[in-house]
């Protein structure tokens, strides 16, 4: 059975910080590329970062370049992604994907290229 399950998630006041865990069970992430994207109300799925199965290569969207830092530790069998410097446009719920064989160089940024998906953790962004 292959599962991810997203948590970190909760309130947290403009220019605060959050660190979000994906966890795996029923198989090993090492070869696998894991996608971060969210989606706030109304809106689309928007990707958010991505990191390579050894955790060497990674890739962000525009509007979280230098706030966001995707990591992971294979061992542990988790990806993490630690938020900083949060603005209210970050509410959204966060959802982790993973797949065997996309590239972050390459279409990462395609919520469709994504085999497996967690259920999502909420994280909300208000004063």
């Known amino acids: 059975q292959l599962q991810l399950v997203e948590s970190g998630g909760g309130l947290v006041q403009p220019g605060g910080s959050l660190r979000l865990s994906c966890a795996a069970s029923?198989?090993?992430?090492?070869?696998?590329?894991i996608g971060w994207f969210r989606q706030a109300p109304g809106k689309g799925r928007e990707a958010v970062s991505c990191?390579?199965?050894?955790?060497?290569?990674?890739a962000y969207g525009d509007s979280v370049k230098g706030r966001f830092t995707v990591s992971r530790d294979n061992a542990k069998n988790t990806v993490y992604l630690q938020m900083n410097s949060l603005k209210p446009e970050d509410t959204a719920i966060y959802y982790c994907?993973?797949?065997?064989?996309?590239?972050?160089?390459?279409?990462?940024?395609?919520?469709?290229?994504?085999?497996?998906w967690g259920q999502g953790t909420q994280v909300t962004v208000s004063s």
């Open positions: 990191i390579s199965g050894g955790g060497h290569s990674t």
């Open positions: 029923g198989f090993t992430l090492n070869y696998y590329v």
């Open positions: 994907a993973a797949d065997r064989r996309l590239m972050c160089g390459s279409r990462w940024f395609f919520s469709n290229e994504y085999d497996y």
